[in-house]
Nanobody, 123 residues
Framework: QVQLTESGGGSGQAGGSLRLSCAAS????????MGWFRQAPGKEREFVAR????????EYSQSVEGRFTLFKDNGQNTIHLQMNGLKPEDTAVYYC????????????????WGQGTQVTVSS
């Protein structure tokens, strides 16, 4: 199976920046896109951002639009989420997800998920 390795999580200051990374490796299925989700305590998991590799088309949730930037490394199945202008409301467990050709991208289907990484933003 495809394995997703996340890094960059931790603590940040309000107004500061963090960069999350997620690398996809292994498996016999090529990923067609990847994304980030987050889940705060007591809340449902919500979409943050995603990128479709063909054309490097990105989408963002309204809550992070203009503050977060999602991009990928050329030559690597790795994506990065540059988080600027952090707010305490960004505190959550962030999950990386990867989609294959078997998934319906338009409907937000993903086949693989990372284990999650904690992001804590202090005031």
């Amino acid at each position: 199976q495809v394995q997703l390795t996340e890094s960059g999580g931790g603590s940040g200051q309000a107004g500061g920046s963090l960069r999350l990374s997620c690398a996809a490796s292994g498996g016999n299925f090529a990923t067609v896109g990847m994304g980030w989700f987050r889940q705060a305590p007591g809340k449902e998991r919500e979409f943050v951002a995603r990128i479709r590799f063909v054309g490097e088309r990105t989408e963002y949730s309204q809550s992070v639009e203009g503050r977060f930037t999602l991009f990928k490394d050329n030559g690597q199945n790795t994506i990065h989420l540059q988080m600027n202008g952090l707010k305490p409301e960004d505190t959550a467990v962030y999950y990386c997800a990867a989609a294959t050709r078997s998934n319906n991208w338009l409907r937000g289907e993903y086949s693989y998920w990372g284990q999650g990484t904690q992001v804590t933003v202090s005031s």
